[in-house]
Nanobody
Framework: QVHLVESGGGLVQAGDSLRLSCAAS????????MGWFRQAPGKEREFVAS????????YYADSVKGRFTISRDNAKNTLYLQMNSLTPEDTAVYSC????????????????WGQGTRVTVSS
């Protein structure tokens, strides 16, 4: 059974950068596309970014395009999210997830989720 554990969240100021990590257990990490989602206080969880199994294809929400970069290291069973130029609107709990379906932005396409790591951006 696959488990996902996020890390790297914290309290930063607007304009700062953070890199989130998602460590996956098991030997099937490299076989699946992965994604990052976030849930801000009082809001629905939303798609952030997705990457295919090889790392060759990525997809981003418009709100983070050009600021966030998703990547993966299959040898380390780890998914990353580099977040630059953070704003208070990026404040949320960020979760990684394994995607089994074809639509990168649809949450129902993801079947394994981590517990999340909190990111707080102060103005």
């Amino acid at each position: 059974q696959v488990h996902l554990v996020e890390s790297g969240g914290g309290l930063v100021q607007a304009g700062d950068s953070l890199r989130l990590s998602c460590a996956a257990s098991g030997r099937t990490f490299s076989s699946y596309a992965m994604g990052w989602f976030r849930q801000a206080p009082g809001k629905e969880r939303e798609f952030v970014a997705s990457i295919n199994w090889s790392g060759g294809g990525t997809y981003y929400a418009d709100s983070v395009k050009g600021r966030f970069t998703i990547s993966r290291d299959n040898a380390k069973n780890t998914l990353y999210l580099q977040m630059n130029s953070l704003t208070p609107e990026d404040t949320a709990v960020y979760s990684c997830a394994r995607r089994r379906g074809s639509n990168p932005i649809r949450q129902s396409e993801y079947d394994v989720w981590g517990q999340g790591t909190r990111v707080t951006v102060s103005s």
